[in-house]
């Protein structure tokens, strides 16, 4: 079946206190491209994830799901489509087993309970965790409940999946699940939005940056070229990612996104190192 997965965003306002406003007019048309959502602390992002999931209402403005005004369907169609991995897994983590708490979301979208254990499975090898599925989520540490609630979205199968600070807390394996999650997410022709504070993960991962700043949109487009605005980027209070930062800094040219990419311009002999 083709899948759209679009969010279309339009003149987006929120305030949880009417005096503070959060989101201030966002427009933004979300796509398949892997993109990821960068800015300052308090800077509206979370609001934002959970304004796109339902889960919040706009004050004004829209969000368009392939095409449908959100505010006309119910928690459950939009559970269908979209999924939400919140930043602390303990906000979603409720049963006494790994594998109960995964089959959760399956089973309240409506698979039946085969249909639920098996994609639940599934997901749990995606993250590494088959061997613990009888364990008692809170027997595991908070990288690895992390992994739990992840797995538990994934098993979902939603077309359209958002992350809030997946790499939080995860050390060099942890990240390099993620990152596999998200590119086979991609390949099965899901769209991925990700909130992230980990800059050379968003550079070495994500093809779309969207730059937050005090709940409005200062910048978005490829991630090359986002990253390389060190002047907008440091007025958002960010910061460039390291291997372009070490590009720049050795006179290589093409905002450099990785350590990859540097290594292959340096070994390419487009540098002479000092
Ligand atoms: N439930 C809430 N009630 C009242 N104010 C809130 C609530 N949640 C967030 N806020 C406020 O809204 C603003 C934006 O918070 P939000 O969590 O969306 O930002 P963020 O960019 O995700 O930050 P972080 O990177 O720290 O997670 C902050 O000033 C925050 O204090």
């Given amino acids: 079946m083709f899948r759209m997965n679009k969010l ?3 003149k987006l306002h929120f305030a949880y206190d009417k005096a503070t406003p959060v989101i201030k007019g966002i427009n933004l048309v979300l796509d398949d ?3 990821a ?11 934002f994830v959970k304004l ?3 889960l919040l209402r706009p004050d004004s403005g829209r969000i368009l799901l392939d095409g449908t005004d959100l505010s006309t369907l119910t928690v459950a169609q939009i559970s269908k489509k979209i999924g939400l991995v919140f930043q602390n897994p303990d906000d979603q983590i409720f049963k006494n087993t790994v594998l109960d708490e995964v089959m959760v979301g399956p089973l309240n979208i409506g698979l039946s309970l085969d249909e639920a254990r098996a994609s639940s499975r599934t997901a749990l090898a995606q993250v590494e965790l088959a061997d613990v599925e009888k364990v008692n989520p809170y027997d595991l540490n908070l990288a690895q409940r992390k ?3 992840l797995a538990s979205i994934l098993a979902m199968d939603t077309p359209i999946v958002i992350f809030d600070e997946p790499t939080m ?3 060099v394996a942890g990240k390099a699940i993620i990152r596999k999650v998200i590119e086979d997410l991609q390949a099965e022709g899901k769209a991925v939005l990700c909130i992230l504070h980990d800059m050379d993960f968003a550079a070495a991962v994500f093809e779309r940056v969207i730059v937050f700043s005090q709940g409005q949109l200062l910048i978005e487009g490829d991630a090359r070229e986002v990253f390389s605005k060190k ?11 390291q291997a372009m930062k ?9 905002n450099l996104l990785s350590v990859e990419e540097v290594m292959a311009a340096i070994n390419g002999n487009e540098v002479k190192l000092p």
């Fill in 8 to 10: 279309e965003i339009e």
């Fill in 33 to 35: 491209r892997k993109t």
């Fill in 37 to 47: 959502i960068i800015g300052q602390n308090g800077s509206g992002k979370t609001t």
């Fill in 52 to 54: 796109l999931k339902g």
């Fill in 147 to 149: 992994m739990v609630a």
């Fill in 169 to 171: 807390g995860q050390d």
């Fill in 231 to 241: 002047e907008l980027l440091q007025q958002a209070y960010l910061d460039q990612p």
């Fill in 246 to 254: 070490i590009a720049q800094a050795l006179g290589i040219p093409g």
